[in-house]
C-alpha cells in the first residue's frame, strides 16, 4: 500500500482531466455531485487525506477508485460498479463476512 499519495491534487488531476472532456462538468456541479459546498471541493483539492465516506462518492462521480490507487491495484471503475453505504450495527458488521482489510479500515474509524 502506498500510504504517501497525496489525494487531493490525485482528485484535482482526474478533475481536471474530466473537465477537459466534459465543459459542464464545473467545481459547482462537481461538489453537488459529492454533497459537499463549492468552497469545501478547493480545500480538498490541496489535502492530504480525505474521509473515506467522501472518497467512495469522489471514486463514483470521477469513474476512478482511489482507494485502489493507494492500494496500488488497478484503479478504472467498471460502468457497472455500483458503491452502497449500509448502516449497521457492531454485530451486524461481525457476521458480514467481509475482506479482512475491509474489517480493519472500519474499526480503526
Do not use: C, W
Not at 61 to 71: K, Q, R, S, T, Y
Not at 72 to 82: A, D, H, I, L, N
Request: charged share 25%; proline share 3%; hydrophobic share 40%.
Amino acid at each position: 500500500m502506498n500510504y504517501n499519495i497525496a489525494l487531493g491534487p490525485l482528485i484535482k488531476e482526474k478533475f481536471d482531466a474530466r473537465r477537459r472532456h466534459d465543459r459542464n462538468f464545473t467545481v459547482a456541479y462537481f461538489a453537488d455531485q459529492i454533497n459537499v459546498h463549492r468552497s469545501t471541493v478547493y480545500q480538498l483539492f490541496k489535502q492530504h487525506s480525505v474521509d473515506i465516506y467522501l472518497l467512495g462518492r469522489i471514486s463514483v462521480v470521477l469513474g476512478h477508485d482511489f482507494i485502489a490507487e493507494i492500494e496500488g491495484k488497478e484503479t478504472s471503475v467498471p460502468e457497472s460498479t455500483v458503491f452502497i453505504a449500509v448502516k449497521v450495527n457492531h454485530d451486524q458488521f461481525q457476521n458480514m463476512n467481509l475482506p479482512k482489510d475491509i474489517i480493519r479500515l472500519m474499526e480503526s474509524k
